[in-house]
């Protein structure tokens, strides 16, 4: 069977832990350095789906904003599907996920997406309540709590999103 | 009237235009081109069937033919890795395929009658309308024509009733009678017109017609197609690139609008497609023999290629090994830390392509990934994405208008260059300085690749396979340079000024020249060549083997039986001089060297055969004593043969006599001995197998000399043996036939009883015939006493009795005559005296003389049964009866005596 590619962007403001989660993903590792990723950095990974299913990701990490830039608007080109980083600890980043969102379907088009709540082992610094995610959650949106460093959910969101990509034709 | 003509005029003239126009819409073949031309892709798209498909494969069969190069150039690329496949698969299909094809015709019969069963009742339908309309016209005509009949009447009542005030009317009237011949004209149009809506109907209803016309106009609508798609796409490529130049936004608005796909290509694709695959099934006699003039040189073009190619690298790595120019490359790569490979590309090659990307241009997702075996390649998805990145960001970072892009990117002795169509980008990896030309090869790769996977690269979703017939095209990017070699460098050390370095440089060099020479390829070959038939060659067995100096050296072992390695080298067209041999003499095992080794020492016969099979000798045949001895003591100690079977191989004599045994299956009573090759046959054998296998002998080769005076038949055999028993006396013949023995003859009792008594003592016969022995002694004596008892009986005369008389008589002069016989073998005489007798009627003399007659009638008659007059003698009554008052008719009788005469 032809293994299928699929581009994904990491999208969210910065340092929300995009990089992070690309790397726990691709590389299996964490480092607590913070390095500003300028422009766009890009990894593959080939994943089997539980259904046996082969793809290819290509991951398109995007410098990470609270507003679409003209630049990570070209990024944005052909992506089959985006993970939207929100930083748990930082309220504001919620916000801005949600206005990124909106600009994103507006750039590209209704594209599965899944809302990253990261930063899930500082989970007592957290400023995003259950009701916030609740009725987000109610809007249709999937959310998951992520930690880029400990490494829980991260697997899950980029299988979860192949999934949705693979679905959508 | 005026109006009602009018309103005629209008209905038929706006009518009469409808048809011209139609008419010239049909008769005019540049416009229905231009119709057909429009719907043709989309039909042709619809009807992706198998119908279209035949009826394509001619003409597409044609084009083929007509220029197979084109062809073949396009396939030829796919099918090379796959030819072999292909014809290995061929076979295995080419069942599947013709029962495949039985079921599209059934598909294709069920269509058809489809067709008729749908599209000619729907055809009939609206000619039935057709006819409908043109009825009712008809039927309002003659509707009006009768109003206007009831006008004329209303009107002369009219006229009587108030003919003063309406004569002006009338007049009017009268006016408007004239204008009725114009209506008629009119009428006439009207038929006319009708005529020409029958023509049309007709034209309309002949599919045939329509076929035909269809299949004239089908080539022109094709060919403008193709145009309006051709110029559609350069006006799309045109628009495009101008587009991009604008903005960016602008260009994702614009990109659904540019549809320069080719439709028509898009369209066809399938159907001829399928309609070459059908026809290849169909007569594939037909493409191959169109495309093998091109393919079969192209094939052994690509094998020469590489060949070609591989003797170049192996020529110049050998050279850049051992060349000055190498040894400073490589203190260049020491110094630099680069590999040499690196630095030996730096130095040869103009610019070589090491890798090409083909890019999904709005995913960057990789497509297609070509590069150099020779290089390392990091993970081309990244890379690719990299490269869509790098532009987004260049183009976004420092083009004002956005609408400027990256077109090169340097990295050391790398230079990326980038091309873009609507869908994908090329992006090429060009190790040195790429010349002009590869921007232009790539474009036109780029085009290419548009143009025939444009609908792929337009909706990609990330499944590169679908676009994997790109791989042919963009191999064919991987281009390179090399630069002019050496010749100048050489030149520069004949610089005036080291003159006398370079005497000293020459001499090295041409050292180095003449040894890189020697150790060409070509040598390099024949070497290999040289040592691969050493080592297939049994009985030499290579150790080990080196090149010193241009000389070829080699240690082995060598079987003293073994080919002279001189031979295989002088066939081989190689110098004994550059070759050192060094063979150890040894003994292969090798089934026909044991044999040959055998057959040397022991030279056998060409008598004896032998054969070596899995260490298994088997020996047949013969040979004298002496030599099979000399066998038996060496075969002991003989290696190479693990079982040794010499049950056939026997002393000459005994071979001899096995054989014939054999050959002839002689029965028990031949006794058969040999000696020194001399047969000596003795005993009988039955005629049969004297005729037919005794003659086989001379099939055994190896006899010197046959004896066979003592072979007798059986039947000679067996006559000798009964002669010598029973010892006949000479009037007895014996005769053996078929082994049965036959004895005859006429004896006396004596030697008759003498006879039969050693008849017993036979053996060996089937069966023992003496019933032709007569004892003839006894037989006359029989035969005497037989005659005397018979009385023959006459009536009052000398006439018989009755007929059975003669019968009698008859046998009775047998009887006499065979006693004559035997009475002359016995060297008697003998004589018959027949004596008449009567009965006591009438007188003495009368009687007497009946007696007499009666007597003599027999004798007469006993001569005319042969009997000769001489042996026959009339008795004389003793005693004649008479005066007896009853007839006695026993005594009315003849009797015989048979008398010794005396001599």
């Known amino acids: 069977m032809a293994v299928i590619q699929k581009k994904i962007c990491m999208i969210g403001d910065f340092s929300v832990g995009k990089t992070s989660l690309v790397a726990r993903y691709v590389r299996q590792s964490f480092s607590d350095k913070y390095l500003t990723t300028v422009g766009v950095k890009i990894d593959t990974k080939s994943v089997t789906l539980p259904d046996q299913r082969e793809a290819k990701l290509v991951l398109w990490d995007i410098a990470g904003a609270d507003r679409l830039t003209s630049a990570s608007m070209s990024y944005l080109r052909g992506a089959a599907g985006y993970l939207l980083v929100i930083d748990g600890t930082r309220r504001p980043t919620w916000d801005a996920a949600l206005q990124l969102r909106q600009e994103v379907t507006k750039q590209i088009g209704e594209k599965p997406y899944i809302l990253l709540l990261n930063k899930a082992d500082l989970v007592e610094q957290w400023e995003i309540n259950e009701d916030l995610i609740s009725s987000e959650r109610e809007n249709g949106a999937s959310i998951l709590k992520t930690s880029a460093k400990l490494g829980s959910g991260v697997e899950d969101a980029f299988t979860l999103l192949t999934l949705k990509m693979l679905d959508v034709p | ?903």
């Open chain 2, 1 to 903: 009237m005026d109006d009602y003509s009018n309103l005629r005029a209008l209905l038929i003239g706006e009518q009469q235009q409808q048809l011209a126009h139609l008419e010239n819409r049909l008769n005019d073949p540049v416009q229905r081109c231009q119709e057909i031309s429009e719907i043709l892709p989309d039909a042709l798209q619809r009807n992706q069937t198998v119908e279209l498909t035949s009826a394509l494969r001619s003409p597409v069969t044609q084009v083929v033919q007509n220029d197979p190069k084109t062809f073949a150039r396009a396939i030829l690329p796919v099918m090379m890795p796959s030819v072999r496949n292909t014809v290995a698969e061929a076979f295995k299909t080419l069942r599947e395929f013709l029962k495949e094809q039985e079921l599209k015709i059934n598909e294709l019969n069920k269509r058809s009658t489809i067709v008729d069963k749908q599209v000619l009742p729907t055809l009939q339908s609206q000619l039935l309308t057709f006819e409908e309309t043109l009825k009712t016209l008809q039927s309002l005509l003659k509707n009006q024509e009768s109003q206007l009949g009831e006008l004329v009447e209303r009107s002369t009542v009219v006229d009587k009733q108030i003919l003063p005030v309406l004569q002006s009317q009338l007049k009017a009237i009268e006016s408007d009678v004239k204008t009725l011949p114009a209506l008629f004209t009119r009428l006439q149009e009207f038929e006319d017109v009708r005529k020409r809506f029958l023509a049309l109907e007709t034209r309309l209803n002949d599919a045939e017609h329509q076929t035909q016309a269809l299949a004239n106009l089908l080539p022109e609508a094709i060919r403008q197609a193709t145009e309006q798609a051709q110029t559609a796409a350069m006006s799309a490529m045109k628009k495009q690139a101008e587009e991009e130049q604008k903005n960016e936004e602008k260009l994702n608005e614009t990109q659904p609008a540019v549809s320069f796909e080719p439709d028509l290509t898009e369209s066809l694709q399938e159907p001829v497609t399928q309609c070459i695959r059908k026809s290849i099934q169909n007569d594939a006699n037909v493409f191959a023999n169109a495309l093998f003039p091109i393919m079969g040189p192209a094939i052994r073009k690509s094998i020469n290629e590489s060949l070609k190619s591989l003797v170049q690298s192996i020529n110049t790595s050998v050279e850049q090994s051992l060349s000055p120019k190498g040894i400073g490359w490589r203190l260049e790569a020491l110094r630099t830390g680069q590999s040499f490979a690196d630095i030996v590309l730096q130095n040869t090659v103009v610019y070589r392509v090491d890798q090409v990307f083909l890019i999904h241009r709005e995913t960057g997702l990789l497509i297609q990934h070509h590069h150099r075996e020779d290089i390392e390649v990091g993970d081309g998805d990244a890379v690719s994405g990299m490269l869509t990145a790098i532009q987004d960001f260049t183009r976004d970072s420092f083009s004002s208008t956005k609408d400027e892009e990256l077109d090169s990117i340097n990295v050391g002795q790398f230079t990326v260059w980038l091309e873009r169509g609507p869908y994908a980008v090329l992006a090429c990896v060009v190790r040195g300085v790429a010349p002009y030309k590869l921007r232009a090869t790539m474009k036109e790769m780029l085009e290419a690749i548009h143009a025939r996977y444009g609908r792929h690269l337009e909706h990609f979703s990330g499944d590169p396979t679908l676009l994997d017939g790109c791989r042919s095209l963009l191999s064919k990017t991987l281009q390179a340079e090399l630069k002019p070699e050496a010749k100048k460098e050489k030149k520069k050390l004949f610089s005036p000024t080291l003159v006398v370095v370079s005497l000293i440089l020459l001499g090295f060099l041409g050292w180095w020249s003449v040894n890189a020479w020697h150790i060409s390829y070509v040598q390099h070959q024949q070497f290999n060549l040289y040592l691969e038939t050493l080592r297939q060659t049994t009985g030499l067995v290579v150790i080990e083997s080196n090149v010193d100096k241009n000389i070829l050296k080699i240690r082995g072992l060598r079987d003293p039986l073994a080919i002279n390695p001189h031979e295989i080298a002088e066939q081989q067209h190689l110098s004994p001089d550059i070759i050192q041999a060094e063979w150890s003499p040894y003994q292969t095992l090798a089934p026909e060297f044991v044999l040959k080794r055998l057959q040397l020492v022991l030279s056998p016969p060409t008598t004896v055969q032998m054969h070596l099979q899995n260490t298994q000798l088997q020996v047949k045949g013969f040979a004298d004593a002496a030599w099979i001895k000399a066998f038996e003591q060496y075969s002991q100690g003989l290696i190479g043969a693990l079982q040794i079977d010499s049950s056939q191989l026997l002393e000459r004599d005994a071979y001899l006599l096995q054989q014939t045994k054999t050959l002839l299956q002689p029965p028990p009573s031949v006794q058969i001995n040999v000696k020194n090759g001399n047969i000596e046959m003795l005993g009988h054998a039955p005629n049969e197998w004297l005729e037919k296998q005794l003659p086989n002998l001379k099939n055994i080769e190896g006899i010197q000399l046959v004896k066979k005076d003592n072979l007798l038949s059986t039947d000679q055999h067996l006559h000798q043996q009964a002669v010598k028993i029973l010892a006949p006396p000479a009037n007895v013949a014996l005769q053996v036939k078929n082994e049965v023995l036959f004895v005859q003859g006429d004896v006396d009792t004596k030697n008759y009883q003498t006879l039969i008594k050693k008849i017993p003592q036979l053996q060996g016969f089937k069966h023992i015939d003496h019933s032709q022995l007569v004892d003839i002694e006894t037989a006359s004596e029989q035969l005497v006493q037989k005659i005397e008892k018979s009385q023959l009986y006459f009536g009052e005369e000398a006439d018989f009795v009755n007929p059975e008389q003669l019968a009698a008589l008859n046998t009775l002069a047998q009887e006499i005559q065979q006693l004559f016989v035997y009475n002359h073998r016995l060297n008697k005489t003998m004589q018959l005296k027949i004596t008449g007798h009567t009965d006591g009627l009438g007188t003495q003399r009368r009687n007497l003389q009946l007696s007499e007659a009666r007597a003599e009638a027999i004798r007469d008659k006993l001569q005319t049964f042969g009997l000769e007059k001489k042996h026959l003698i009339i008795g004389t009554l003793e005693k004649v009866p008479f005066g007896e008052a009853k007839a006695d008719l026993e005594k009315r009788t003849v009797t015989f005596v048979v008398v010794e005469k005396a001599s």
